[in-house]
Nanobody
Framework: QVQLVESGGGSVQAGGSLRLSCAAS????????MGWFRQAPGKEREFVAS????????AYAAFAKGRFTIARDNAQNTVYLQMNSLKPEDTAVYYC???????????????????WGQGTQVTVSS
């Protein structure tokens, strides 16, 4: 198991940027594919982006491509989600998650992720 703590959420105006961080503790970070999901009020949780254990491979939801960037620093056991050109529809609670996986594999399905953070609120105003 790995413990995850997100930070960096907040309120921004449309067009602004935020960088979310997810600090992992426990087992070796590179043993996990790390992902970000989000859940808006009244909606199901959805996939945002994920990255392989060594950081060489990434995957993004269609809405995130070109605006969001996922990265990781295994020396710091931290995963980041840089979000640019934010829109009001990006408003949600953002969750960090970890999926045991080979170091080059990218997990994208919610069921693959066994460890979750508590979430951080992102609010984008128009």
């Amino acid at each position: 198991q790995v413990q995850l703590v997100e930070s960096g959420g907040g309120s921004v105006q449309a067009g602004g940027s935020l960088r979310l961080s997810c600090a992992a503790s426990g087992r070796t970070a590179s043993s996990y594919s790390m992902g970000w999901f989000r859940q808006a009020p009244g909606k199901e949780r959805e996939f945002v982006a994920s990255i392989s254990g060594r950081g060489g491979n990434t995957a993004y939801a269609a809405f995130a491509k070109g605006r969001f960037t996922i990265a990781r620093d295994n020396a710091q056991n931290t995963v980041y989600l840089q979000m640019n050109s934010l829109k009001p529809e990006d408003t949600a609670v953002y969750y960090c998650a970890a999926a045991p996986a080979p170091t080059t594999a990218v997990a994208i399905r919610e069921y693959q992720f066994g460890s979750w953070g508590q979430g951080t609120q992102v609010t984008v105003s128009s």
